[in-house]
């Protein structure tokens, strides 16, 4: 596999939940940053990517094993990995992982290109492609 | 005063924290959630308010005092009044209390009408100026 | 397949992002609250149940499908059935659905029974198995 | 005034809404996120401060000024200043500017310690004195 890209991340107060760790639906909202992260990383604006009024990228599918509890202050890794599926699909791969590198989650999502407008499919954008390329087999 | 607009909610596991409390910030994003109601039992559509592209009324100062904290499963009211301020100004007061009517928080927000793209103030629409009147005094 | 337990729900605007819907992991969060109603309409204490020194039962999977967006001010319904796997172990199963049916999400949670000092297998307490008695086939 | 802690985030799309900026109540989050940090640095265990039997210090109040919008991808800055009230009290002053200095909000927090039990005042722990000394006057 490619070398995954890693998003370091320090777990904090608001993502945490009465039961004291991180509450469940926060640890896909992490992996999504080590996603934006990896996008800027690649010279793609987000403020214009995630609001764009001729293509969009949305998940279609998300899916997450959680393997070990997150408190607050922990320091974490999130590496992924991108799967290039077809011309309009493609999914990643996130490994959440302690600094120590114990598993703590792992996560897949699938995003699909889109008209906005029309809500049907489109081909992804080049810069979206080269991002692919970059994280993925 | 005018009678206010009664918003009934019940905590949530996600807007609690590990201290075992509601989050601090989400007291404010749950009296927003009692502005969104009001504006809707006024007639006033939601998604097109929000995501206008010639008004816009972003809130500009919010301040809240914490009197009782809630906990995951509470029945909470949040009592809502207007006050008009100028042509292009309001402010909401909120009275957060139990069932028991124990006061919980108290929360102003203070909100400017302005044209999305030149950030500059216009005049409050006329269903804004409706709901004003029939909440506050 | 057993009535479901149905959880009506307005979509707010702290649910959205900037692309203007909901923001996907906003969805599961969405069912966990059909979930936590669920069980207090079982009589289950929520801030007992989700802060408890000898029983935990967290989430160790979770999966969704989407199939529509959702706006701020949108009335959604979750509609919740469970499915008992083993002495520790259930999943819920939910259809997220607009007023008019059409469908809108799936989502699957898993949850495990667990002591949490020692984070080792436990079996369900009796209370959730009457709530799964009553929800499930 | 003493140099302030600084505390650097992007603007991440979980902050933002469907009017395409950061939501108003997660600047108050964003704070907190400094706030949080510079506790750690002061060799603050973060996991059992913000969960503690004996002292809790919950905010009993906040405000903030809204200056300029913030969307997806924007880099920020967090200056943080402490206050220190009286033996159970104290203040933090939050300044957030983008990385051109240019003013985007300011916040203020108050904080006052607790017996979490019988929710009586307590004098501040000397860990968190140290900590005020050290980013106030």
């Not at 070990?68 to 791969?93: A, Y």
Request: proline letters at 4%; one cysteine or more.
């Amino acid at each position: 596999m490619v070398t995954p890209f890693t998003y370091s991340r320090t777990i904090r107060f608001r993502d945490t939940d009465a039961a004291g760790v991180v509450y469940f639906a926060n640890v896909l909202a992490i992996c999504h940053e080590a996603y934006e992260e990896s996008l800027a990383t690649s010279g793609i604006d987000l403020r214009s990517f995630f609001n764009n009024l001729s293509v969009a990228i949305p998940i279609i599918h998300a899916s997450v094993n959680f393997l070990h509890p997150m408190f607050c202050g922990d320091r974490i890794l999130v590496q992924l990995n991108t799967k290039h599926l077809d011309n309009s699909k493609f999914e990643i791969i996130y490994q959440v992982v302690a600094v120590t590198e114990q598993p703590i989650a792992k996560v897949v999502t699938r995003h699909i290109c889109i008209d906005p407008n029309s809500r049907t499919r489109k081909e992804l954008p080049d810069n979206v492609i080269s991002w692919l390329r970059r994280w993925g087999d």
